[in-house]
């Protein structure tokens, strides 16, 4: 399966901790996003990269977020100081650079901040 | 701001009946929208997606219809499966903006 992984899937923290996900975006895509998701309610826009260039950020993304992308392949995302608020799913999604914009997402990582 | 929304947050259907879900969108400037279905567990799907020049557009039991004059687009499900139980969001290209989704039940 070529899809887009993300790892881990879940994530169980306490509050003040770091935490870290991956993203494996699909091969030939040279796009890929970063979304949080809580309960009820759609996936929010957090950051994207075009290839290693990080090129758009949410006010969402509090300056406790980073997200990397260094070779323009997998990306991450890191909180520093988990607050219980953090808790959502964290989706990735990847898409060409041409054409259609259509992302691709992957099962997403599930943080818990307890 | 720019927003997305669907009207109903749940939508109950028999199973073999036509399903139509609806979404508002506020942004006139926007030119393409996508269609996901999120099962419990999972990542959104891709289902189909449709350009701000066309009004219809049809897929495998699916075809979503927009109407630029009042900003509304709708999914309409053929059929429907117990398979389509999902939440269904639409979304406006290219940051994504989702709105709440519609959660679709299907009764036996």
């Known amino acids: 399966d070529t899809g887009v992984s993300q790892d881990p899937r879940h994530k169980i923290t306490k509050r003040g901790q770091n935490v870290t996900f991956r993203c494996d975006p699909i091969s030939e895509h040279n796009r890929l996003y970063w979304y949080r998701q809580t309960l009820g309610q759609g996936p929010e826009f957090l950051t994207y990269f075009q290839n290693e260039a990080q090129l758009e950020k949410s006010r969402l993304l509090s300056d406790r977020f980073s997200a990397e992308r260094p070779k323009g392949s997998f990306s991450t995302l890191e909180i520093q100081r988990t607050e219980q608020g953090d808790s959502a799913m964290y989706l990735c999604?990847?898409?060409?650079?041409?054409?259609?914009?259509?992302?691709?997402f992957g099962a997403g990582t599930r943080l818990s901040v307890l | 701001g720019e927003s997305v929304g669907l009207h109903l947050p749940t939508l109950s259907v028999q199973e073999g009946d036509n399903s139509i879900i609806n979404c508002a969108y506020s942004?006139?400037?926007?030119?393409?929208f996508i269609w996901y279905k999120q099962e419990s567990g999972k990542g959104p799907q891709f289902i189909i997606d449709i350009r701000s020049n066309m009004d219809k557009r049809q897929g495998q039991r699916v075809t979503v219809l927009l109407n630029k004059t009042v900003k509304h687009l709708s999914l309409q499900i053929a059929a429907t499966q117990p398979g389509d139980s999902a939440v269904y969001f639409c979304a406006e290209n290219f940051r994504l903006t989702f709105g709440k989704g519609t959660h679709l039940i299907i009764q036996p």
């Open positions: 999604a990847s898409s060409r650079l041409a054409g259609k914009n259509i992302q691709y």
């Open positions: 942004n006139s400037a926007s030119d393409y």
